[in-house]
């Protein structure tokens, strides 16, 4: 069993109330728009550390990070990428790849907005862990928290760290 930690858009700032959240979780995943190899290194140093770029994550980041990730985490099949959009508006470049090759879990970030939305036609769950840096129109800076065991995703948590601004 793994317990993980998800992040997104974190824009170049680094909420220390993540570490604190994350002071439980085996590995930290990170949905791109990371913003510079500061945060990176932070959270690799912390915990074993996947991510991919976003749109903003320039030439550092895209040679350390893909744009795409696919990988096998306890028995679940896992696609992340920055750009996704959700169940019955995802971006064009995702859909065919979601179609051909279903992963069990989809995660990305970008739009700054929590969703957690089971995908009853291609059989998934989507998770987008929102925005936790303070660049962006979101309100509340948001992470997640999930377990992954043989094949299952469980005990799913949203954790709100206060306001957009540094002070939370």
């Not at 990176?40 to 994550?57: H, K, S, T």
């Not at 291609?122 to 962006?136: D, K, T």
Request: hydrophobic share 40%.
């Amino acid at each position: 069993m793994k317990r993980i930690g998800l992040l997104s858009d974190t824009h170049s700032w680094l909420d220390p109330l993540v570490f604190q959240y994350f002071e439980s979780c085996d590995e930290i995943w990170h949905a791109g728009d990371i913003g510079n190899v500061q945060v990176a290194d932070e959270l690799e140093a912390f915990r074993p550390f996947r991510a991919v770029y976003g749109n903003i994550d320039g030439a550092p980041l895209r040679a350390r990070y893909p744009e795409d990730l696919r990988f096998t985490c306890e028995g679940v099949e896992v696609f992340m990428t920055h750009i996704g959009g959700y169940p019955g508006k995802y971006h064009p470049r995702i859909r065919p790849l979601l179609k051909a090759a279903t992963p069990r879990l989809f995660i990305c970030g970008h739009s700054h907005i929590l969703k957690v939305i089971p995908d009853k036609e291609l059989g998934l769950l989507h998770i987008n862990p929102g925005a936790c840096g303070i660049e962006g129109f979101h309100k509340v800076k948001t992470i997640v928290r999930f377990s992954l065991d043989a094949g299952r995703i469980f005990d799913l948590e949203v954790v709100e760290l206060g306001a957009r601004g540094r002070g939370g």
